[in-house]
């Protein structure tokens, strides 16, 4: 019986026929596996639009109870309270889980809690800051321009 001999490419599975070389191999699974993540988001997309559309065709009440039963279900829920533990790093924690309405609800009343308590301008302008340096430097630039040389604030007429 005599041994074939394979190139280092191909796989012992026959003749060799039809095998792909290591390289071509490569490039097709990239090639399949950037093709599956497409379709895999493209997917994601069209089921978020049926839902939004399907929401949309309830009634305002009925659909904003569909909406807070899920947030409720699948929301990180409240922050964990843990007196003698790190408290950012819990809290770190739960905005890693926490879904954008629990996040901006929390943020929201924290910023008005905080306002009466002693520490609280300096905690608000902290908050302030991290808020600041998470926009784009024209989202910034176009806060700042509806602010006056009197540091008053102008909101926006159509808004």
Known sequence: MR????T???????AGAGIES?????????????TTQLS???????KREAA???LMDLDHQD???ICATFLDEFGAGF??????????????????FANAAELEKYFSAALKRLENQAIGIKARKRMFAALWLS??????HAFLARVDPDGKFHARADA
């Not at 290591?22 to 950037?34: C, P």
């Not at 926009?135 to 910034?140: A, K, L």
Request: charged share 35%.
């Open 3 to 6: 041994a074939e001999k394979f």
């Open 8 to 14: 280092p490419g191909q796989r012992a599975t026959g």
């Open 52 to 54: 939004i559309f399907l």
């Open 135 to 140: 926009f784009t430097d024209s989202d910034r």
């Open 22 to 34: 290591g390289e071509t191999f490569k490039r097709k699974v990239s090639t399949e596996n950037a």
């Open 63 to 65: 659909a904003a109870v």
């Open 79 to 96: 922050p964990r309270l843990d007196y003698l533990g790190d408290v950012g790093a819990d809290a770190d924690e739960w905005a890693h």
């Open 40 to 46: 895999g988001a493209r997917h994601r997309h069209e």
